[in-house]
């Protein structure tokens, strides 16, 4: 699914569509492709439609929205590192992209690690606990309690796939609690949070954009999140620290990659658009009304720094819990 995304502005002069075009008084530059590496309506896919569209206001140039989904965003991921690196097709990728399933993939000769460039990040966001309303639990130490009553097995959490970022959170929680779930991959957010409005599948570690909606609607119940303070848009649903599993902080951001090779100066240009448009009021109120954070204000080196880091916790991280692609 695309949607294409035409700025607000009609001309194309300027520092960012010159350098991405190349060469000053070149031809209007062509679009760029961000593709987002999972099924659209899901929390990724409403983040990266929204700051779309201040990216292509900021360049002066039309963006074009891609949903490429599956294995758990591995297959929108590999795709943009194998693009032609010229600044046209670029990644919106939430953390476990870059962090995670590079360590999961088996057979795969690309390393994400060294085929993509970080250009920007432009979120930080923590996962909301929600389960089906019929569901008896409406509190943490209620709903640890009932999973222990229940035969092993019988309950299950969803996930956008394996190494997906509901995933691990799922995985992180139950190695909290000392519970035993059935995991339940899906190709996407969506259509796994769906099947837990349905009640085909007990609960799900949602990112809030498409959680939150449904919370509202009373068509879920979110029990806990999962950062280390309350989301500003539901005060009222407790961390997972405060609910009883102190330590316990699950987190995520999303970010901007572009294949490696893409020449510094329009690496710079890029960059510059990007937080141009992450800082923009009109995205800062949708992460606020979907309860999300704006990202930390640092250089692309710095954020390229915390994502090497990040991926050495998790390489080691994934071997401790045996994670494997199902």
Do not use: C
Not at 16 to 25: P, S
Not at 174 to 189: L, W
Not at 217 to 229: D, F, H, P, S, Y
Not at 256 to 276: I, N
Request: aromatic content about 4%; proline content about 8%; glycine content about 10%.
């Amino acid at each position: 699914m695309t949607l294409s995304l035409i700025p607000r502005r009609a001309a194309l002069a300027g520092l960012g569509a010159a350098a991405l075009a190349g060469r000053a008084g070149a031809q209007p530059p062509r679009p760029i492709t961000l593709v987002v590496p999972y099924a659209a309506g899901g929390g990724t896919d409403i983040i990266g439609r929204e700051f779309a569209i201040g990216f292509a206001d900021a360049l002066s140039q039309t963006v074009v929205v891609d949903n490429r989904g599956g294995a758990a965003g591995n297959v929108g991921s590999v795709g943009v590192a194998r693009s032609r690196p010229d600044g046209t097709t670029l990644l919106f990728a939430v953390s476990t992209n870059i962090v995670v399933n590079p360590h999961l993939q088996k057979g795969e000769r690309l390393d994400l690690a060294t085929a993509l460039q970080p250009v920007a990040q432009v979120s930080t966001y923590q996962y909301v606990l929600v389960v089906h309303p019929d569901v008896p639990a409406r509190t943490l130490p209620e709903l640890i309690a009932w999973i222990k009553a229940k035969p092993k097995g019988e309950l299950t959490y969803s996930s956008g796939g394996v190494g997906n970022a509901n995933h691990l959170a799922g995985v992180l929680f139950s190695e909290a609690a000392g519970v035993e779930m059935e995991h339940v991959p899906y190709r996407g957010t969506a259509p796994a949070l769906l099947d837990v409005v349905a009640g085909r599948v007990t609960m799900n570690f949602s990112s809030p954009p498409p959680a939150l909606a449904l919370v509202r609607e009373g068509k879920l119940r979110a029990i806990a999140v999962t950062g280390e303070r309350r989301i500003a848009a539901i005060p009222e649903v407790p961390t997972l620290a405060e609910a009883g599993l102190p330590g316990t902080t699950i987190t995520g951001w999303h970010g901007v990659f572009a294949p490696a090779g893409v020449p510094a100066e329009q690496m710079d240009a890029l960059e510059a658009a990007a937080r141009k448009a992450a800082a923009q009021p009109r995205y800062l109120e949708r992460l606020a009304h979907d309860g999300l954070e704006p990202a930390p204000e640092r250089p692309r080196a710095a954020f390229a720094a915390a994502v090497a880091q990040e991926s050495a916790i998790w390489a080691r991280k994934v071997k401790e819990l045996d994670l494997k692609l199902e």
